[in-house]
């Protein structure tokens, strides 16, 4: 498309026509060809886009189930929501536990 | 002769500004007919080349799914031969869905099957990652499922691609072409969810397990029905009677048996069922937020939703749902931070619904209803 479009401004620009009507109409197609080859080329960039898998962070949210203390740590294999990580290191008496496991979502672009 | 050469002259120039028109005329004529003739055609070859591009991705993300399956039943199965063979022998599994022509009985036949698939995969697992505990094999089974789905899904895309390729079917390949966006973000949440699975994650749709566990946390538990694990609780003067799929196994258990169980050792004498499920959002809306309904709130294909209609209707138990929203990527990945908040909300939520329509003493059932995987109770 791009070379039709090329090949009609040669045409209209090569000064071999005389008729103003037919002039316009090889103007039109060019711009036509071109729009058609823009949004090919635009459209080819969107299809590329949603193919990019990006992994996801995950959290695990460790809390003390007797005081105020919270930790949130990357996600390690064998986690689980209420999995028993041993003593609290601030009150010594509660249990640690994972209360919850989540992502923040990708990264924005 | 000058008169002549005149007149030779004059034709010439004649013939050759006319030979100027006619070909611009020619060239117009001949650019809409390849235009109007083969506009379609080129329509077409576009349209291809967009699904040949979206088939490269899916069978990217099938391999991928693959290579991690490979990858984590050999670290966490530890098998003492190759299980690349009997993984591809995995992806190709098929259902056979009963005759429909005679409905009645129609669900007891599918859950059979199921069951029958369910336990046959479950086994097959087991036996290509001998050293997986129980809990990893539902993992592993969630993980050879994710890559089974995107397996299916390329395979399907390639037949309908190569079949408009053949037979030139303009429709075919518009309705692929249409379709291959909405495919290719499923495609890539199931690879997501893939990974959710390999390494134990919890994901979106396990909002409802969270609320049950939440519930029954420091309670003690009993095993029910098939994957169901039940604790006792009380809320405002209520007994509630809470319920999950056993965790943290990638696992949903049967619910369906298990209310009805719950609800027989109870002679009938259950005065609401609230069931909490992740349901799929409309395009524009936030995720995490919460609805309230009525009636059983559970996916699938219809077998457990079946019992607990069934079940309810016999001892006219209202059922009651609350629902968690989210979109159909956000349910099968890791859950995000906005569904795992909606948590606290839901628990409030049943609280008033607890309070608007039953008395103080009455049996409560709240079914988390949903995938458990890294989710224990």
């Known amino acids: ?83 028993t990580l041993g003593k609290c290191t601030q009150c010594n008496t509660g249990d640690l536990s994972i209360n919850g496991i989540y992502t923040e979502g990708p990264p924005k672009k | 002769m000058l008169p002549l050469s005149l007149h030779e002259n004059d034709l010439l120039g004649g013939l050759l500004g006319n030979l100027g028109t006619i070909s611009q005329l020619l060239f117009t004529v001949l650019f809409i007919a390849l235009f109007f003739g083969f506009g379609q055609k080129l329509q077409m070859r576009q349209f291809l080349w967009d699904i040949d591009k979206g088939l490269r991705k899916l069978d ?4 991928s799914a693959k290579d991690l399956t490979l990858k984590t039943v050999k670290e966490i199965g530890k098998p003492s031969t190759d299980p690349g063979p009997q993984i591809n022998v995995l992806m190709e599994q ?68 190569l079949m408009g390729k053949k037979t030139n079917s303009i429709f075919i390949i518009i309705q692929l072409q249409a379709l291959l966006p909405l495919i290719i973000q499923e495609a890539e949440a199931y690879l ?51 319920l999950k799929a056993e965790g943290p196994g990638g696992n949903v258990g049967k619910p369906g048996d298990a ?45 457990e939703r079946y019992k607990i209609e069934q079940e309810a209707t016999v001892h006219k138990i209202p059922v009651y749902a609350v629902i968690v929203k989210e979109s159909i990527q956000e349910a099968i990945t890791p859950m995000k931070k906005e569904i795992m908040e909606a948590g606290e909300k839901v628990i409030e939520r049943i609280k008033s619904l607890i309070l608007e329509r039953s008395k103080p003493g009455d049996t409560i059932i709240v079914a988390g209803i949903g995938n458990t995987i890294g989710i224990g109770q």
């Open chain 1, 1 to 83: 498309m791009a070379v039709v479009g090329l090949y009609f401004i040669g045409l209209v620009f090569g000064g071999d026509i005389a008729d103003p009507n037919i002039a316009i109409l090889y103007v039109t197609i060019a711009v036509l060809a071109f729009t058609f080859v823009l949004l090919t080329l635009t459209r080819m960039r969107r299809g590329i886009r949603i193919g990019a898998y990006t992994p996801l962070k995950v959290f695990s949210l460790v809390k003390c189930g007797q005081c105020s203390f919270k930790q949130i740590k990357n996600f390690a294999m064998g986690d689980f929501v209420f999995k």
């Open chain 2, 60 to 63: 990217m993300f099938r391999n």
């Open chain 2, 94 to 161: 098929f259902l056979i869905s009963p005759v429909d022509m005679d409905p009645a009985g129609i669900v007891g036949k599918i859950d059979h099957l199921l069951d029958v698939r369910d336990a046959k995969f479950k086994e097959d697992v087991r036996r290509i990652a001998p050293g997986a505990d129980s809990s990893q094999v539902m993992n592993l089974e969630n993980l050879v499922e994710a890559s089974w789905a995107l397996n299916t899904i390329y395979r399907i895309i390639r037949h309908f691609y």
């Open chain 2, 192 to 242: 997501g969810a893939a990974k959710a699975f390999a390494e134990g994650q919890p994901i979106g749709d396990g909002i409802g397990p969270l609320v049950a566990s939440r519930l029954m946390k420091d309670k003690e538990k009993r095993k029910v029905e098939k994957d169901v694990v039940v604790a006792e609780t009380m809320m405002e003067d209520r007994r509630v009677i809470a």
């Open chain 2, 259 to 303: 209310i009805k169980t719950i609800i027989e050792e109870n002679v009938g004498k259950v005065s609401m069922v609230v069931m909490v499920d992740a349901a799929v959002k409309f395009e524009g809306e936030t995720s995490g937020e919460i609805s309230e309904g009525i009636g059983a709130a559970i996916g699938g294909i219809g077998t």
